[in-house]
Nanobody, 123 residues
């Protein structure tokens, strides 16, 4: 059973940094694409970053390129999202998700398993 648990959210001033963690159940990282998504009140869910199993290829939304970094933990029991140079528009509920196969890694509709989310507030 795939289980995902996010942590690391909080409140930070603009320009600051946060590191989100997505704890994954056994073998999830090796077999599933893991994505980070965010949703702000009144807005649609947005794919932020994703990492593929095996080769570890990454993909980012244009809005976070150069500021956010997604990475695998070692051992592979977590996926991290390092967020630097945070802006107020980054404020949202951030969730990680897993999918056995995706065509578009930043499309949330292709993911089957979701965590509960962790709130990020930038002021």
């Amino acid at each position: 059973d795939v289980q995902l648990v996010e942590s690391g959210g909080g409140s930070v001033q603009a320009g600051g940094s946060l590191r989100l963690s997505c704890a994954t159940s056994e073998n999830t990282n090796s077999n599933f694409c893991i994505g980070w998504f965010r949703q702000a009140p009144g807005k649609e869910r947005e794919g932020v970053a994703a990492i593929s199993p095996g080769n570890g290829n990454t993909q980012y939304a244009d809005s976070v390129k150069g500021r956010f970094t997604i990475s695998q933990g070692s051992p592979r029991d977590a996926v991290y999202l390092q967020m630097n140079s945070l802006k107020p528009e980054d404020t949202a509920l951030y969730s990680c998700a897993a999918a056995a196969w995706v065509r578009d890694p930043l499309n949330g509709r292709e993911y089957s398993y979701w965590g509960q989310g962790t709130q990020v507030t930038v002021s």
